[in-house]
């Protein structure tokens, strides 16, 4: 073949993707997938809620949701505004990666005592039926450092080395999460937990 033929599969493959990262209907790819994944955590039991989204972005595509309520058996997560960076181009291989941005958000346990943040950030990836959240960060009066990681096939914790820092007055609570057994959690001292499998 020659090399004006290559030049021009070439500029048609890049034409081709670019127009579908502009004129691909964005906000309806957000409104499936959230729907999607809001059915599949109602099968396990974990129901939540979405109050608005965007897709912000040219090239590199943002998803930006607001609003969000997570229900689990014994704790909530409210959070104000979660960006989703998905690394467009990453979605074409076998474990796709996405960044997350967290907002200031709340987890209010059984004992419904507020634990407040102000931002964190974590990196999200799926290999198979398990979802990994490593690099979790989380500052504020409640804190999280570290990593799990959950089966998608049952929902449950299959690997942790996650810090949390909370005040003191919470320890009762997250003692009796831990006495549950629900979560692998463990007091290293007054204020700090870890969740470790």
């Not at 398990?130 to 450092?145: H, L, M, P, Q, R």
């Amino acid at each position: 073949m020659k090399q004006g033929a290559w030049k021009f599969i070439l500029a048609g493959l890049i034409g081709l993707i670019l127009g579908l990262l502009l004129f691909l209907p964005w906000q309806a790819i957000g409104d499936y997938a959230i729907e999607k994944g809001l059915t599949r955590a109602a099968e396990k039991n974990i129901y939540a809620t979405v109050n608005s989204h965007t897709v912000e972005g040219v090239f590199n595509k943002v998803f930006v949701l607001r609003g969000i309520r997570v229900d689990y058996p014994v704790f909530s997560i409210t959070l104000r505004e979660l960006r989703i960076d998905p690394h467009m181009l990453g979605l074409l291989s076998a474990s796709q990666e996405v960044d997350l941005v967290i907002g200031r958000g709340e987890l209010i346990p059984v004992t419904r005592q507020s634990l407040e943040w102000n931002s964190g950030t974590a990196k999200v990836t799926r290999r198979g039926e398990i979802i990994s959240f490593n690099e979790v960060d989380i500052k504020g009066a409640f804190s999280a450092k570290g990593s799990l990681a959950f089966s998608t096939a049952t929902g449950k914790l299959t690997s942790g080395a996650l810090t949390l820092t909370v005040p003191v007055t919470m320890d009762r609570a997250l003692q009796m999460v831990s006495g549950s057994g629900l979560v692998p959690l463990r007091k290293i001292k007054d204020g700090e937990w870890r969740i470790e499998r």
